[in-house]
């Protein structure tokens, strides 16, 4: 199946026309756990289907290990090797904001000069590529503070955060600048889940005060580079979408299922701003049938559909080893006919 070329793929999210297709991103969501963990099996099986977008990830600090060449690139300030037998949001690498271990923090914050950044393989740059990292703001205060802690920073320590954040936002900028000057890079993709099931984490008073000013600064540093930026944002967020359009962002993800109604979204921002839709992970690919799948893709076409192109479609989130490849197989071959359908209808009109 032939790809999109990379000025298509530009053309859909800038809203200046729909491809003869929409773009395919469902690849970079699909990993080797539905194979076996068989790479090769992968790779030839993914090979059947087009895949419109590259990408390449950055090599950001882990939490907690640092490399050999490099004792401060990590996110923690001081050992915290312990905390790694604790899960997710039960680990906290900074318990005291009035503590050393803060001041800590800040003086050995990770260099984004670190030659390791960049990865090895570079892009040839012949179709859209994308650079990505996860965890941006809220994620990485959490991932440092624990999520208890991360609630109550906006409250109790408004200074402290807006230093981190700031702190953060300085040192993705850099990398962001180091990425295009040293590879081919059309557009940034990074995660910040702002919601739950039922609504954000915090109220639009918080997200005005804390996230506006950062988010500002990093989608102003890419659009001077030249490229885009995509946000992945798990939950309810559809209270903060008039604020990432004002702010520019231009791609968001995934619209999740079951917590926002599509029809709606679309209705109401799908002009200005370029939705990568989510197809549901949560329910219909690994518990309904490739029918199902089917439905669910015609369902999401007819309800992004945009003349003007501001519509791709990716998985909602990472795979799990219970995905089918039956209905993996259905959701491209689905995609791409109606895909074509429609694109053909909007092309006649």
Known sequence: MNCLTKQEVINVI??????????????????????????RRRAKW????????????????????????????????????????KGWDARILLEDWESEE?????????????????????PDGERYTLARWWYLLFERHWSIRGMENALTDFYLYPDETHRLYQKL??????????????MKIDGFFVSDDLGTQNAPFFSQDI?????????????????????????????KIEKFLPSFIELGLDVIHPIQRYTMDERRIAEQFGDQICILAGFDVQQTIPFG??????KEVRYLLDSYWNDKGRLMLTMGNNSTEDWELDSLQALYEETISYGIEKAAGAHTK
Request: glycine letters at 6%.
């Open 207 to 235: 997200f005005d005060e804390f996230f506006k000013p950062y988010y500002k600064q990093i989608f102003e540093k890419a659009h001077e580079l030249g490229t885009h930026f995509w946000l992945h944002s798990c939950g």
């Open 46 to 85: 993914l090979a059947q289907y087009p895949r419109d977008v590259d990408d390449v990830f950055l090599n950001l600090p882990d939490l907690i290990q640092a490399p050999p060449d490099a004792p401060n690139y990590r996110w923690c300030g001081t050992d915290k090797t312990k905390m790694e037998e």
């Open 102 to 122: 803060a001041e800590k923090l800040f003086e050995t914050f990770p260099d984004p000069e670190y030659p390791g950044l960049i990865p090895e393989r570079k």
């Open 14 to 39: 800038e809203g200046k026309g729909a491809a003869s297709r929409p773009p395919v991103l469902y690849d970079l969501w699909i990993g080797e756990n539905v194979f076996g963990w068989d790479a």
């Open 289 to 294: 049938t490739p029918e199902d799948v089917r």
């Open 169 to 182: 936002t300085d040192f993705y900028m850099r990398i962001m600048e180091r990425a295009c000057a040293e």
